[in-house]
């Protein structure tokens, strides 16, 4: 199991950025693929970026693709999430989660181990 704790949210207006990081308590992090989530109040749930334990491949969510950038640093155990040009709809508690199965997975129910989560706010 992996412990997963995340950090860096807060309020932002609406244009600004925000830099997330998850740090990973483990001495495998760099064969662990990660990714973050998403759920806004009253809604499920969602995607919005992972990356690859191998040979860093991304994948995002349309809604975020150009804006967000996923990113990781295996000697550090962390993974980041850039997030840039915010809009109000990324209002959010954002997750970090990890899983061993390697592939591009962008369904949560692939994912074994989740962090608390980091508030993001963005106001107008």
């Known amino acids: 199991q992996v412990q997963l704790v995340e950090s860096g949210g807060g309020l932002v207006q609406a244009g600004g950025s925000l830099r997330l990081s998850c740090a990973a308590s483990?001495?495998?992090?760099?064969?662990?693929?990660m990714a973050w989530f998403r759920q806004a109040p009253g809604k499920e749930r969602e995607f919005v970026a992972t990356i690859t334990w191998n040979n860093y491949n991304t994948h995002y969510a349309d809604s975020v693709k150009g804006r967000f950038t996923i990113s990781r640093d295996n000697a550090k155990n962390t993974v980041y999430l850039q997030m840039n040009s915010l809009k109000l709809e990324d209002t959010a508690v954002y997750s970090c989660a990890a899983q061993r199965a390697g592939w591009i997975l962008t369904s949560a129910a692939y994912y074994d181990d989740w962090g608390q989560g980091t508030q993001v706010t963005v106001s107008s």
């Open positions: 483990t001495r495998t992090f760099s064969s662990y693929t």
